[in-house]
């Protein structure tokens, strides 16, 4: 789930904006929702059912916004990777009730570079020291830093309540995008954003 959820995300923001890519992943919550009562035997509650249509009110806004079949692909592959992001949270929750979170991130990164190890050295041009500086850069500070952070507070919480500390991230990136690569997003991304962020909140509170 956490390799599907990176290529997926990544993926995406290569066929559309960030701001798309990002709002579409973060339908993660309403995933959540669905699938924590058949695998951790949390309750589905009733009022989950109109956050759940709000969010999905949002990204219908965002799919039928005249994409091109590149950008809607990029929006799908964003709602996959939101689908994979629940299931880490989940299988999180799981793990974490007989682990500490260093052991659990220790096996989720040893297993993923364990199948990815042979494709880096398949498919990846020749590596330099200037090349791999960022990519270091990039393994310390989101690989260990920011996954322990956000491991520490998925422990904490319920699942559906761990949703709540990821939602800097939506914000964050299309602000991003607009002052760093002048993507302004479209009325409808800003609309349907705000119904998938605003549904998945209530989702968050109701979860209480």
């Known amino acids: 789930a956490a390799i599907l959820n ?20 973060y339908t993660m919550p309403v995933f959540i929702a669905i699938i924590a009562p ?3 035997k949390e309750k589905f509650k009733k009022q989950y059912v109109v956050p759940i249509a709000i969010s999905f009110t949002g990204l219908v806004l965002i799919l039928f916004q005249g994409l091109s079949l590149q950008g809607l692909s990029g929006v799908i592959f964003g709602l996959a990777s939101g689908v994979m992001y629940a299931l880490i949270i989940i299988f999180y929750k799981k793990a974490l009730k007989n682990n500490t979170v260093y052991t659990v991130n220790t096996y989720r990164f040893l297993i993923s570079s364990a199948i990815l190890m042979p494709i880096f050295f398949i498919g990846s041009p020749a590596i330099t020291y200037l090349s791999m500086m960022p ?48 993507e302004v997003p479209t009325l409808h991304t800003v609309a ?6 605003g549904g998945a909140y209530m989702l968050i509170r109701n979860a209480k």
């Open 135 to 182: 990519l270091a850069a990039f393994g310390i500070i989101f690989g260990i830093a920011a996954v322990s952070l956000h491991t520490e507070g998925i422990k904490r919480l319920k699942a559906n309540e761990a949703g709540i500390i990821g939602y800097v991230e939506p914000f964050a990136a299309v602000t991003y995008a607009i002052i760093l690569l002048s």
């Open 192 to 197: 349907g954003g705000l119904l998938i962020i």
């Open 6 to 25: 990176d290529l997926f995300y990544f993926i995406a923001f290569k066929l559309t904006t960030i701001a798309n890519a990002t709002l579409a992943h």
């Open 38 to 40: 058949f695998l951790l």
